[in-house]
């Protein structure tokens, strides 16, 4: 197998990832899909996932949040409302999953601002548009995760576009890191459960290993 096939092979399984990631964090679990979380095919993928050092920690204490949420009585009743408590009221502001709220350094932070605008014009450029049932502003995080599931997957599909594209994926990444690290700890600080917590310290994780392998 050639490099660019290698390449083309781990951008599609980084794009896999992302995008499962973006689902968890755009909307409450139903049954179906905390039965999908529970199954052992997604067992064996985080098992796979956790032998890399640097997720490992991060794998098994999600997988304990998977265990407590199977023994969880009206898990999904329970699971919504840890949901809306941390992703839809508007306190607390530390656990809103908008890029606006983050980056905006006023002393009250305002959704839709730069950082909306910016996703706007980002998607626009790349021919992208929000599902129409999607009711959420172009910086939520699942949207961020998205576009870069797109771009990693675009780059094994167009590998005469790969370099531009594995470029903006690093100019997207950075951008997420910058207050995603934030975001999970408030999601530790907030969730009493755990679920959502372990989610976003395992994503965190993975940004930041997946940054590490696009800037070698």
């Not at 689902?23 to 199954?39: C, N, P, Q, T, V």
């Not at 470029?167 to 207050?179: E, F, N, R, T, Y």
Request: hydrophobic share 45%; glycine share 4%; charged share 20%.
């Amino acid at each position: 197998m050639s490099h660019n096939q290698d390449l083309a092979l781990i951008c599609q399984h980084r794009a896999t990832i992302y995008a499962w990631f973006s689902g968890l964090f755009a909307k409450e679990l139903d049954s179906e899909g905390i039965a999908r979380l529970l199954s052992p095919p997604v067992n064996q993928w985080l098992t796979a996932l956790g032998t890399e050092a640097s997720l490992t920690a991060s794998v098994n204490q999600f997988k304990q949040s998977l265990t407590a949420l199977n023994l969880r009585q009206d898990a999904v009743l329970e699971l919504s409302a840890d949901f809306a408590g941390l992703f839809l009221m508007p306190k607390p502001v530390e656990t809103q999953p908008y890029a606006s709220i983050h980056t905006d350094k006023s002393s009250a932070p305002k959704f839709r601002q730069q950082a909306c605008s910016d996703v706007q014009a980002q998607l626009a450029s790349l021919g992208l548009k929000l599902h129409s049932a999607f009711n959420e502003p172009e910086d939520h995080l699942a949207v961020l995760l998205e576009l870069i599931g797109h771009l990693a997957y675009a780059s094994a599909e167009q590998p005469e576009r790969q370099e531009a594209l594995l470029l903006l994926q690093k100019q997207q990444i950075a951008q997420l890191l910058s207050w995603l690290p934030d975001f999970s700890q408030a999601c530790r600080k907030h969730d009493a459960f755990g679920f959502y917590a372990n989610l976003a310290d395992l994503m965190v994780k993975f940004i930041q290993s997946d940054s590490h392998w696009l800037e070698q």
